[in-house]
């Protein structure tokens, strides 16, 4: 099948190739009318017709700079995840900006008159793909990190969570552990639903083992109440908390010393993320080390494939159990 072309986009919306230049590179306003410029955005659609990058960047010119968005900045993952895209995009002669959506995971606000004419592309964490059409219009490319494929298309990177989460729950199963509390990021997105699916999964299946999970935000203090309410309430009283954060996790070893537990005598903690809190408390968290650099770093690699129109085609990063010891055996 034939690539459509600018020409073909310009017969059918009636339009010179010029006004499909101006409309497409959002460099219509004061030149062009709305309506002129839906029509040809409409059938640029219908046709399916997509910009030659390398050709767009020599005649308009390329920025060179790449935006790094993120739902937080209160979370030190996407800091690192900014530093590995960040060494990456100097090698290759580029700048990237990082911007904290306001909204969160939800839908991000263009941080600029036109993103599309400001950058050459976009990389997003921890977001559903969807949340970044404000920003990235039809056209600018995307890279998804730590985000549902199925959704986001080829250029994506993707860390094996599932993975993370199994080596958490058999470490604790070979423990003895039985009865477990899930202390859950209230976030709703993608990296937390593999999660608690996979958590759910693997202990379906091991008889005896026995779940409460327990939905909270993303806070220390939001995940002590809730760990709290769980260990006081729950008879018998779960042995073991897994922690979809190590914030959330922090929270958990102080509600268990406000009970009067001892880690990991009286209940094991674990956290995901290996944050600098999780050496910091003590007794040191167990949790899943996650390669946050190597997420950025892959996620501007994937990102200059793109602008260079070569596929990337690159497998789940692996992750890592550290065992530290706020995980121990089992007591009845």
């Known amino acids: 099948m ?12 009636g339009v010179s190739q010029a006004t499909v230049s101006l409309v497409l590179a959002d460099k219509w306003r004061g030149r062009v009318s709305e309506r002129t410029a ?4 409409r059938s640029a659609r219908e046709l399916g017709y997509r910009p030659n990058l390398a050709a767009r ?25 900014y530093t590995g895209a960040a060494k990456v995009a100097a090698e290759h002669g580029f700048g990237v900006v990082l911007y904290p959506s306001p909204d969160g995971t939800g839908p991000a606000r263009d941080p600029f008159a036109s993103a599309r004419a400001a950058l050459d592309g976009v990389i997003a964490s921890s977001m559903a793909a969807g949340a970044l059409e404000a920003i990235r219009g039809e056209d ?7 985000s549902d494929p199925a959704t986001v298309g080829p250029a994506h990177v993707n860390l094996d969570m599932a993975d993370g989460m ?9 423990l003895g552990h039985r009865r477990f509390l899930h202390l859950a990021s209230a976030v709703d997105s993608w990296t937390f639903e593999v999660r608690a699916r996979t958590l759910e999964q693997v202990l379906g299946q091991v008889e005896g083992a026995t779940l409460t999970t327990v939905a909270e935000q993303l806070s220390v203090e939001a995940g002590r109440v809730a760990a709290e309410t769980a260990l006081a309430g729950l008879h018998p009283r779960p042995t073991a908390v897994i922690c979809d954060d190590d914030i959330l996790a922090a929270g958990a070893c102080k509600a268990a010393r406000r009970l009067g537990l001892r880690l990991p005598q009286d209940v094991s903690v674990t956290g995901f993320d290996d944050l600098t809190l999780a050496t910091a408390v003590e007794p040191e968290l167990t949790t899943v080390q996650l390669p946050a650099e190597q997420v950025g770093e892959h996620g501007m690699k994937a990102l200059l494939a793109l602008l260079e129109g070569r596929p990337w085609n690159a497998g ?17």
């Not at 308009?60 to 690192?80: D, I, K, M, Q």
């Open 166 to 174: 199994r080596q958490v729950a058999h470490h604790l199963l070979a």
């Open 38 to 41: 839906e029509s040809v955005r």
């Open 140 to 146: 600018l490319p995307l890279v998804m990190l730590d």
């Open 316 to 332: 789940n990063l692996p992750v890592q159990l550290a065992v530290r010891g706020s995980t121990g055996p089992a007591t009845p």
């Open 57 to 81: 960047n020599l005649r308009l010119g390329s920025t060179r700079t790449a935006l790094l968005v993120v739902p937080a900045l209160t979370n030190e993952f996407f800091a690192r995840v």
């Open 2 to 13: 034939t690539r459509p072309t600018s020409r073909d986009v310009a017969q059918a919306a």
